[in-house]
């Protein structure tokens, strides 16, 4: 089976331009999430959805970043503007349900410059 | 205080030794409790789930202890192979569901 799927595995962008990373969660899991990872603040959730609906964006840093889930199969999350500070391994996570492990995808290195 | 806290290390062993990491959390709410490992530039990956009882698998044992609110997880043998970085995650329903991980602990073998 395939696992998750994120895109692109590499952005290299300068700031002030609009980045937006791509996730596939795997086929009849309910729960999908977003995290960043530095090297500073560890792993840290920015979003999380059960069954296409945001459930508690509160770990998302501000307004320049959004996220949707427009449908079980696809989700996003976008950086408008880019700042050099969101440089950083953006990782989707998904579940069969919120409370269940959860699988990683190979996750997006974004570099802000 | 973090919610969920780790030695970041790192844990510097010979082949053959026994290492044991812990992770405290703070919300004594917290239901369910996991170890993940993370290669270097690779994602997480899940080692176990650590149950109330305590469990093992192979060279690995996941303990819990409820009242010090922390979870441990202890390498037998230890290969070369077992040279990651080592993750506690802590998730918790009361009210909103929340997921957290530790900054984790880095081993070298």
């Known amino acids: 089976d395939a696992g998750v799927i994120q895109s692109p595995r590499h952005e290299v962008t300068e700031m002030g331009q609009e980045v937006t990373l791509r996730c596939k969660p795997i086929s009849g899991h309910n729960s999908l999430f977003w995290y960043r990872q530095t090297m500073m603040r560890g792993l840290e959730l920015l979003i999380y959805?059960?069954?296409?609906?945001?459930?508690?964006d509160s770990g998302m840093p501000e307004d320049r970043f959004s996220a949707k889930m427009p449908n079980a199969s696809f989700s996003t999350l976008k950086i408008q503007p880019s700042e050099p500070r969101d440089s950083a391994v953006y990782f989707c996570?998904?579940?069969?349900?919120?409370?269940?492990?959860?699988?990683f995808g190979p996750g997006t290195r974004l570099l802000v410059l | 205080r973090k919610e969920v806290e780790q030695d970041p290390g790192p844990f510097n062993v010979p082949e053959g030794a026994t290492v044991a990491f812990n992770c405290t959390y703070s919300n004594s709410a917290s239901q369910s409790f996991f170890w993940y490992r993370q290669d270097c530039r690779k994602e997480p990956k899940l080692l176990m789930s650590v149950y109330s009882s305590g469990n093992e698998d192979g060279r690995f044992t996941a303990q819990l202890n409820r009242a010090s609110q922390y979870i441990s997880l202890l390498i037998r043998d230890s290969k070369l192979s077992d040279s990651a970085t080592y993750l506690c995650a802590v998730s918790t329903t009361s009210g909103t569901y929340k997921y957290i991980f530790g900054t984790g602990t880095r081993l070298k073998v």
């Open positions: 996570a998904s579940s069969l349900w919120a409370e269940e492990t959860q699988y």
């Open positions: 959805f059960n069954n296409n609906v945001p459930i508690d």
